[in-house]
């Protein structure tokens, strides 16, 4: 029987792990989410409303990898964005306790062997004639004085958005709220290998709005 040579060996093994899907190395889920909610109001009350979603993304890998992040709308009174698929969507994330853009340089990256948690902030617009506006209006009146243990550091995105109380709280007090404005979306996660030109691997999660039931 004739031996493979070493060298061959060597190649054989570079191009098994260069086609071997990143898919077994990247981890993600969403967690529950303490965040505020954040509104924005004119004379006419609110209009637009933020939900704070916390993604947390595990690589196991030693690559670096650049995140995309899009979300799709799934209930159209409600969606904000003008895009009919998936949207652009504003991401954060928590630096001792101060709310910062997520972005490096522009980019969403996360380094090899690292855990990052992310708050994706999609915007829901508020229809003026929609009785949910009316509702939400009373919750603001009753949380917009609460403290936030949290600074909010871009006010180029948050510049005249106030607070309305947190996710958990607002979940708990309006669960047909949250899903009449949640109950059909979905976050698309695209991770590209930095330096590599090979498809993205991609992850689309249906957004989860009742953490109490684990089949969900």
Known sequence: MKKISPAILIILVV?????????????????????????????NGIYRISYPLVYRIHNSSTKRYRIRVNYYYG?????????????????????NNEIVRATERGRLIIEGLETKEYIVYPGHGVPEED???CLLETYF????????PYKIIDTVYFGNAQKMGKLSDFRK????V?????????VKFGFYLL????????????VKIDFDNKER
Do not use: T
């Open 15 to 43: 191009l098994f792990c260069s086609f071997n899907s990143i898919g077994d190395s990247i981890k993600v889920e969403q967690v529950p989410s303490d965040y505020p909610i954040f509104v924005r109001k004119s004379n």
């Open 75 to 95: 209930n159209p009174p409600y969606s904000y964005s003008l895009e009919s698929e998936w949207s652009p969507v504003f991401v954060l994330r928590n630096s």
């Open 131 to 133: 009785s949910l506006r």
């Open 141 to 148: 009146n009753k949380n917009d004085s609460l403290p936030c």
């Open 173 to 176: 007090a309006h669960p047909d």
């Open 178 to 186: 949250i899903n009449d404005f949640l109950g059909k979306d979905s």
């Open 195 to 206: 330096w590599e030109k090979v498809l993205p691997e991609v992850y689309v999660l249906p």
